[in-house]
């Protein structure tokens, strides 16, 4: 009984930990450094191209696909950014954060 408990709690944590590993301070800086020419990525950003979602909107959206799976495809609308897995996550979780 006490190995499944410790096994179950230890399968758990690893599925938690791509979460809680991701740092939304390094996806801050990634999303200024590479979004924020289009998109609205933070509230005190003031000017972003028309017709663009806000990341605030992004994060709001119920029906939106997953970030990381979005983020990991090229889109003609989007320059190829090539990022890493780590970054995927830490974007991910930014703007997940974003929605008020």
């Known amino acids: 009984m ?3 408990l410790t096994f ?3 399968a758990l944590l690893a599925a938690a930990s791509p979460a809680a590993a991701a740092d939304v301070a ?3 800086v990634l999303a200024r450094r590479w979004c924020a020419s289009c998109h609205l990525v933070a509230p005190d950003q ?3 191209t028309p017709d663009t979602p806000s990341f ?3 994060a709001r959206r119920p029906d939106a696909p997953p970030l990381a799976a979005f983020l990991s495809a090229s ?3 989007m320059p190829d950014m090539n990022l890493t897995r780590d970054e995927i996550a830490d974007l991910s979780e930014y703007i997940r954060r974003q929605a008020p």
Request: aromatic share 6%.
């Open 56 to 58: 605030a909107a992004i």
């Open 75 to 77: 889109h003609a609308r």
């Open 26 to 28: 390094r996806g801050e």
């Open 8 to 10: 179950g709690a230890l």
């Open 46 to 48: 003031a000017r972003a």
């Open 2 to 4: 006490l190995f499944r």
